[in-house]
């Protein structure tokens, strides 16, 4: 089993639409969580942190469940540019100390 | 301020090859990784480097060497290549250690690698 799963999609949407997705985590001791935006062929950056309780940015709302071991993205009135892939990561202990765990990515599309 | 820059951007080896990834950054950060990312996959960390001189294993260290001669630099070595290693290659960089608070990472554009 993966460490942190994700819907690889894609999602296929209008514009204006609400679209959510979910990452699924294993490890209970996982600290910290990110959605991190990937643009194809591009190099991923930093969308937005995950907290307990919850945050908006804009047209963003990320939420953390962590009994049930997930983090959620939703993305209200999509556009064009919200075309790409999302990728979910959380912090895990290794052996050699706490590094980012990356999901493989949701993939969006969003269609005119 | 170019932030994370990567050289070069396309490369194609034949096996048993060796090569030489360089990164570069300019903000001052202490921390540099390498990653690499597969289809299907998420980025897997290689290794990475806390600070001037200094170099540990990531998860999939295998095949690979860095080098951390200098702060803004942090240079990836493949010593025998092989078709496995065949990716996209990205390296980052960050103020404070993973997992310390909302600790962003920055990438660079990536190099993609094929081994033949």
């Known amino acids: 089993r993966k460490e942190v799963e994700q819907d690889p999609g894609p999602f296929n949407v209008p514009e204006g639409a609400t679209v959510a997705f979910n990452c699924t985590y294993s490890?209970?001791?996982?600290?910290?969580f990110f959605w991190y935006r990937q643009d194809c062929r591009k190099e991923p950056k930093l969308l937005m942190s995950?907290?307990?309780s919850g945050n908006e940015d804009g047209r963003f709302t990320a939420q953390l469940n962590r009994a049930s071991q997930y983090i959620s993205l939703l993305i209200r009135d999509s556009k064009l540019s919200d075309s790409a892939t999302y990728l979910c990561?959380?912090?895990?202990?290794?052996?050699?100390?706490?590094?980012?765990?990356f999901g493989a990515g949701t993939i969006l599309r969003v269609k005119s | 301020n170019a932030g994370v820059t990567q050289t070069p951007k396309f490369r194609v080896l034949k096996t048993g090859q060796s090569m030489t990834l360089l990164c570069a950054q300019d903000?001052?950060?202490?921390?540099m990784y390498w990653y690499r990312q597969d289809p299907g996959m998420g980025l897997r960390l290689i290794h990475y480097?806390?600070?001037?001189?200094?170099?540990a294993k990531g998860e999939v260290p295998d095949g690979y060497n860095v080098s951390r001669l200098k702060k803004q630099n942090f240079l990836l070595g493949l010593e025998s290549a092989a078709p496995s290693q065949t990716s996209v290659y990205f390296c980052?960089?960050?103020?404070?250690?993973?997992?310390?608070?909302?600790?962003?990472?920055?990438f660079g554009p990536g190099t993609r690698l094929t081994v033949l």
């Open positions: 480097s806390v600070g001037e001189g200094t170099t």
């Open positions: 490890n209970s001791a996982s600290q910290s």
């Open positions: 980052a960089s960050s103020k404070r250690g993973q997992g310390v608070g909302d600790n962003e990472q920055f």
């Open positions: 990561v959380v912090t895990t202990l290794r052996e050699y100390g706490n590094k980012l765990v």
């Open positions: 995950v907290y307990s």
């Open positions: 903000m001052n950060h202490e921390y």
